[in-house]
């Protein structure tokens, strides 16, 4: 069974940062791109950055220059760097990864819960 669980979520004060993690764990033989998505009350589920498993980074217009999308391939894990915050980042950030897993013959996607981001002063 493969699970994501995001961490770092939290309130912070508007200009502030914030990082979050998603670890990915389970009998994983692979993980390709690596996305964190996010939504706000009311709207729809849309992407914030994506991250290939060699390195290519891809992120929403609203977060370009503001947030930084990483990922550490040994330890399963990708990381969201938040940085000037404005309170239109406030939703729940959910960690999303196609995943190969042990008795599986292809790719699957699983979510991680989500994290609540509150950007608030």
């Known amino acids: 069974q493969v699970q994501l669980v995001e961490s770092g979520g939290g309130l912070v004060q508007p200009g502030g940062s914030l990082r979050l993690s998603c670890a990915a764990s389970g009998s994983i033989i692979s993980i390709s791109a690596m996305g964190w998505y996010r939504q706000a009350p009311g709207k729809q589920r849309e992407l914030v950055a994506r991250?290939?498993?060699?390195?290519?980074?891809t992120y929403a217009d609203s977060v370009t220059g503001r947030f930084t999308i990483s990922r550490d391939n040994a330890k399963n894990t990708v990381y969201l760097q938040m940085d000037s915050l404005k309170p239109e980042d406030t939703a729940v950030y959910y960690c999303n990864a196609p995943v190969l897993a042990v008795g599986q013959s292809m790719f699957y996607d699983y979510w991680g819960r989500g994290t609540q981001v509150t950007v608030s002063s």
């Open positions: 991250i290939t498993s060699g390195g290519s980074t």
